[in-house]
């Protein structure tokens, strides 16, 4: 197949990346046949996987909008950012202070690529090329000491990616370097996928990932929870996507039930 001029040089076209995948479920325009054929594979197993990236977009909004309103956050370091699309976090942030700055890091290609075309212009974000399993490396880069103060507080997202490291990555060790980077009155997102009260065709679907080069890796809420470490977790606490301070006060029962990961806040005491 041709590839589009979004798309950088040297990218493999005939397998699907995580990246666009959530792209497509999240109504992005930045992905492939191959990587739409993905998605409804996975769809036709179950719906859930959709629906629990599609909140996992909005808690991260309602996250940094939290973060930048009410707890006078200015620096955001975005850790597997992905494809950008609509409510961004330095559009989300900047649209309460202009002022905010955002780095964004992602192990994709696609993603970067396009993230720097999106963000040309504006001085206060930053696009890096990374592994979250290599956190001396993120936090060496002079895009991310030269737009972070390591002084102040950051807020470090890890929304969605550290399902992507495979225990033998260590991703609970690359966090635990994140958190001690970062001074007290710093803050922490993740949000995870979880099997946990999850119907079995969640696991079918976990498998599809295989097909990628990142394979997901489905962990219990005591696992997601360790990540945090002796941070003190905001209110709610480490919850289903959709009950972590949802906008409206609708019945959201039947879909905090359908989603299948956790997600959470905590501070740097
Ligand atoms: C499910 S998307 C989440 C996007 C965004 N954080 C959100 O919550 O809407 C996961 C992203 O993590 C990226 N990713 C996966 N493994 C990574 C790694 N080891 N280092 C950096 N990024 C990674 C993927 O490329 C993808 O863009």
Same mark, same amino acid.
């Given at each position: 197949?041709?590839?589009?001029?979004?798309?950088?040089?040297?990218?493999?076209?005939?397998?699907?990346?995580?990246?666009?995948?959530?792209?497509?479920?999240?109504?992005?325009?930045?992905?492939?046949?191959?990587?739409?054929?993905?998605?409804?594979? !996975?769809?036709?197993?179950?719906?859930?996987?959709?629906?629990?990236?599609?909140?996992?977009?909005?808690?991260?909004?309602?996250?940094?909008?939290?973060?930048?309103?009410?707890?006078?956050?200015?620096?955001?370091?975005?850790?597997g950012s992905g494809i950008p699309t609509a409510g961004n976090v330095?559009?989300?942030?900047?649209?309460?202070?202009? =002022?905010?700055?955002?780095?964004?890091?992602?192990?994709?290609?696609?993603?970067?690529?396009?993230?720097?075309?999106?963000?040309?212009?504006?001085?206060?974000?930053?696009?890096v090329h990374a592994d979250v399993?290599?956190?001396?490396?993120?936090?060496?880069?002079?895009?991310?000491?030269?737009?972070?103060?390591?002084?102040?507080?950051?807020?470090?997202?890890?929304?969605?990616?550290?399902?992507?490291?495979?225990?033998?990555?260590?991703?609970?060790?690359?966090?635990?370097?994140?958190? =001690?980077?970062?001074?007290?009155?710093?803050?922490?997102? !993740?949000?995870?996928?979880?099997?946990?009260?999850?119907?079995?065709?969640?696991?079918?679907?976990?498998?599809?990932?295989?097909?990628?080069?990142?394979?997901?890796?489905?962990?219990?809420?005591?696992? !997601?929870?360790?990540?945090?470490?002796?941070?003190?977790?905001?209110?709610?606490?480490?919850?289903?996507?959709?009950?972590?301070?949802?906008?409206?006060? =609708?019945?959201?029962?039947?879909?905090?039930?359908?989603?299948?990961?956790?997600?959470?806040?905590?501070?740097?005491?």
């Amino acid at each position: 197949m041709t590839r589009p001029s979004w798309a950088p040089e040297g990218i493999d076209l005939d397998r699907p990346s995580a990246s666009r995948v959530y792209d497509y479920f999240v109504g992005g325009m930045h992905n492939f046949e191959i990587d739409r054929a993905l998605a409804r594979e !996975i769809e036709a197993f179950t719906p859930n996987v959709a629906h629990t990236m599609r909140a996992d977009r909005e808690l991260l909004r309602r996250i940094v909008r939290y973060l930048v309103e009410d707890a006078n956050v200015t620096q955001f370091l975005d850790l597997g950012s992905g494809i950008p699309t609509a409510g961004n976090v330095h559009e989300v942030a900047q649209a309460r202070n202009p =002022e905010v700055n955002v780095v964004y890091v992602d192990i994709d290609p696609v993603a970067v690529a396009h993230s720097r075309a999106l963000l040309e212009g504006n001085s206060h974000t930053a696009v890096v090329h990374a592994d979250v399993a290599d956190p001396d490396g993120v936090l060496a880069d002079p895009l991310v000491t030269g737009l972070l103060d390591f002084d102040r507080p950051v807020a470090i997202l890890l929304m969605g990616v550290l399902q992507f490291l495979p225990d033998a990555a260590d991703p609970a060790g690359a966090v635990a370097r994140l958190q =001690e980077a970062v001074v007290p009155g710093s803050y922490l997102a !993740i949000s995870h996928a979880t099997a946990d009260g999850q119907p079995e065709e969640v696991l079918a679907a976990q498998r599809l990932s295989g097909r990628t080069a990142t394979e997901i890796v489905l962990r219990s809420k005591e696992e !997601i929870g360790g990540y945090f470490h002796n941070w003190t977790l905001l209110e709610p606490g480490l919850v289903q996507l959709q009950a972590w301070r949802p906008d409206h006060g =609708e019945d959201l029962s039947r879909a905090v039930a359908d989603s299948g990961a956790f997600g959470g806040l905590a501070r740097k005491r």
